[in-house]
């Protein structure tokens, strides 16, 4: 019953930008960290940025500077503001949210993810 859906990936020069968005859907308690993560073939997953719901947030090392990310606690939507993209920014970018719902715990979810490419 709940998903995430993410939108605003796309393909981009260096030195360009990009507007990632995740909106959390269905019915749920509280949504508690939420985040992005990036994976390109044949590397692993990592961590890009994650942001509690008072608005603390961490980033990957490199992407500190780049990157900012943000929510709306109204609209259960979390957004990755990217500049000055770079080719090793290129993968898919999943959203990834603890979400409870009827249950007296918090799961974590994530969307199918969004294409980002960056071409040199």
């Known amino acids: 019953q709940v998903q995430l859906v993410e939108s605003g990936g796309g393909s981009v020069q260096a030195g360009g930008s990009l507007r990632l968005s995740c909106v959390a859907q269905g019915n749920m308690f509280s949504i508690n960290d939420m985040g992005w993560y990036r994976q390109a073939p044949g590397k692993q997953r990592e961590s890009v940025a994650r942001?509690?719901?008072?608005?603390?947030?961490n980033y990957a090392d490199s992407v500190k500077g780049r990157f900012t990310i943000s929510r709306d606690n109204a609209k259960n939507t979390v957004y990755l503001q990217m500049d000055n993209l770079k080719p090793e920014d290129t993968g898919v970018y999943l959203c990834n949210a603890e979400i409870r719902a009827q249950e007296p715990f918090f799961k974590s979810y994530w969307g199918q993810g969004t294409q980002v490419t960056v071409s040199s």
């Open positions: 942001i509690t719901r008072s608005g603390s947030s």
